[in-house]
């Protein structure tokens, strides 16, 4: 059943914002890996930082095909790395960052290798429960596309 996209991608904003920390699945021949990433967002845009030493860079250099999941939701999207977190045109996400993440940017701000990743996403799932009667589904939102639709069990 379609559904109205412009609430599940509110409701997708709204979970980017109350949830700083994601779960980030990377993968590259039939190796995969999750960690615990510290993210923010502008709207749907995600960005998080990484260093060029690390297992995830190779991975999402090799395949950006990426997945981030936090409770209910994933995300499934393209990464791609967009610079040093030094440089000018990365400034306002590295400064929406140090105030989400004060701790993480003064830990790793002065790394050699740091580099910035943006997460576009394609298709964001969400597992829900009727109210009416304890049932699951699943609410999908399509974000190049535009749509949304509710998948019953």
């Keep these: 059943m379609i559904i109205d996209y412009q609430k599940l991608e509110q409701e ?3 979970m980017l914002e109350n949830n700083k920390i994601w779960v980030l699945s990377t993968s590259f021949i039939d190796k995969i890996t999750s960690r615990s990433m510290s993210i923010v967002h502008m709207g749907m845009d995600i960005y998080f930082q990484t260093n060029k030493k690390y297992t995830k860079y190779i991975q999402m250099t090799k395949n950006p095909n990426v997945t981030l999941c936090t409770g209910n939701i994933s995300i499934e999207g393209t990464a791609q790395e967009i610079g040093s977190w030094k440089d000018e045109k990365n400034k306002d996400i590295m400064e929406l960052y140090k105030s989400k993440h004060l701790s993480s940017y003064n830990r790793y701000g002065d790394l050699d290798g740091q580099v910035v990743f943006k997460i576009t996403p394609k298709k964001v799932s969400y597992w829900k ?10 609410e999908i939102f399509y974000v190049d596309r535009k749509m949304a639709e509710r998948i019953e069990f």
């Design 12 to 14: 997708t904003v709204e």
């Design 129 to 138: 429960y009727s109210s009416a009667d304890g049932e699951p589904y699943r």
